[in-house]
């Protein structure tokens, strides 16, 4: 397997524009998240999914965020519009469960959003 | 809530030195505890993990041992490498509301080592 794939992997766009980034889970993975890094604040988690639904997204910082999961082998975090503040490295990760067991969580290598 | 708190850097180093970075959590009930590693421009990767107590996980000269006591996951290596700066990552696995995989993280330890 390829491992978590995530595109692009550099952004840059002005302020006001939509930005959507895209994620492609490790196949078989039932649990996908979204992360934000940044200097301030570290690895936020902002929304994660379990066999294609949103259980919590209660990171996500405002309703200019949107997450979305339309089948098991993709999804999108979209920011619309965007703003300055919202420049980040974006991680998306995936893992799965064995029986009552947690694994670890594989990440993409990211896409680095500017908002200029 | 579920938490993480780990020893803020940068951690300097000569090669061959001793490392430890502390890491100590919150939770309620038996979370798995993990520590990632994320090298320059790359996404984190899974460095050692333990799902229970006393348990040791280990993994590249790397060691972290399940202290519920106290609870501490602290990371630990007898002779680090230059290639081993990065920044490290100490996590714990969150139950909410029944069967869950997500991933709380610490803030992130910078190691830095030199030649």
């Known amino acids: 397997d390829a491992g978590v794939i995530q595109s692009p992997r550099h952004e840059v766009t002005e302020m006001g524009q939509e930005v959507t980034l895209r994620c492609k889970p490790i196949?078989?993975?039932?649990?996908l998240f979204w992360y934000r890094q940044t200097m301030m604040r570290g690895l936020e988690l902002l929304i994660y999914?379990?066999?294609?639904?949103?259980?919590?997204d209660s990171g996500m910082p405002e309703d200019r965020f949107s997450a979305k999961m339309p089948n098991a082998s993709f999804s999108t975090l979209k920011i619309q519009p965007s703003e300055p503040r919202d420049s980040a490295v974006y991680f998306c990760?995936?893992?799965?469960?064995?029986?009552?067991?947690?694994?670890?969580?594989?990440f993409g290598q990211g896409t680095r959003l500017t908002v200029v | 809530g579920n938490s993480v708190t780990q020893m803020e850097g940068p951690v300097t180093l000569s090669e061959e030195a001793f490392l430890t970075i502390n890491c100590t959590y919150t939770?309620?009930?038996?979370?798995?505890l993990f520590w990632y590693v994320q090298y320059p421009g790359e996404g984190l990767q899974l460095l050692l993990k333990?799902?229970?107590?006393?348990d040791k996980g280990s993994n590249k000269g790397f060691e972290a041992t399940y202290r519920k006591e106290t609870t501490s996951f602290h990371l630990e290596k007898g002779s680090v490498q230059v290639s081993d700066s990065a920044v490290y990552f100490c996590?714990?696995?969150?139950?909410?509301?029944?069967?869950?995989?997500?991933?709380?993280f610490g803030t992130g330890t910078l190691l830095a080592v030199q030649p």
């Open positions: 990760a995936s893992s799965d469960r064995t029986g009552t067991m947690n694994t670890e969580a594989f």
């Open positions: 196949s078989g993975h039932d649990y």
């Open positions: 999914f379990n066999n294609n639904v949103p259980i919590d």
């Open positions: 939770a309620t009930g038996y979370p798995s």
């Open positions: 333990a799902t229970k107590a006393d």
């Open positions: 996590a714990l696995s969150d139950k909410y509301g029944g069967a869950t995989n997500k991933l709380i």
